[in-house]
Every structure is written in C-alpha cells, then in structure tokens.
C-alpha cells in the first residue's frame, strides 16, 4: 500500500531553516509530479512547490527565492529545504504525488492522488 511520511517539521525563529522530507513506501517515486503544500488553521490547503519527472520545479510566489523543493529517485524521497522562514509560513506542511498530473493542475491539491499526514512548521516572530 502506497504510503508517504513526512518529517523535519519542527518550531524555528523567523530566518531560520528547516528541512521536511517525505518518504515513500510500497513503491517508488517514479510518478509524474511530486508537491508540497501546506494549511494553516481554519485556511485551504495552499500549493507550496512542486517537481517533476525531469526535474522541472514550480514555487508559489511567497515561497519563491526561499525554498528549494528536490527529489532523490535512489532514496525515494522529496524534500523541501526552507530557508529565511517567516510567522506566515506556519502550517501543516504535506507532501503529495500524482500519478498523470497535467501542468495546469499542479498547483491544484485534487490533481494529487497520494498524501501523507503532514508535518507541523511553527515560525515565531
């Protein structure tokens, strides 16, 4: 059974970095588009950064510039390196992948099949 588990979440100072990765199990990483989003309480689930076979990669503009999104096909993970985190970036941070996501659905949470359970990023101020 498909299974994605995220990790590196944690509570980090506004400019600090973290680092999330997102294992998979039960097969590999070998689909079309691998994404992170993220929610913040009582919000939608926001599009974050997303990659594709390829290596084509695709940020939201208020993560543009500050996170790297990668993908290790022999380690059969994703990351997601944060850098300069701000309060807003507070959230639920989820990975996802989607067998067959066409490009002007990447952005959009429904075009993913898989998720994991999500890891919590805390920035103070």
């Known amino acids: 059974q498909e299974q994605l588990a995220e990790s590196g979440g944690g509570l980090v100072q506004a400019g600090g970095s973290l680092r999330l990765s997102c294992e998979a199990s039960?097969?590999?990483?070998?689909?079309?588009?691998l994404a992170w989003f993220r929610q913040a309480p009582g919000k939608e689930r926001l599009f974050v950064a997303a990659i594709r076979r390829g290596g084509y990669t695709y940020y939201a503009d208020s993560v543009k510039g500050r996170f790297i999104i990668s993908r290790d096909n022999a380690a059969n993970t994703l990351s997601l390196q944060m850098n300069s985190l701000k309060p807003e970036d507070t959230a639920v941070y989820y990975c996802?992948?989607?067998?067959?996501?066409?490009?002007?659905?990447?952005?959009?949470?429904?075009?993913?099949?898989?998720w994991g359970q999500g890891t919590q990023v805390t920035v103070s101020s």
């Open positions: 996802a992948e989607g067998p067959g996501v066409i490009l002007s659905s990447i952005r959009t949470p429904d075009a993913y099949a898989y």
């Open positions: 039960g097969r590999t990483l070998t689909r079309n588009a």
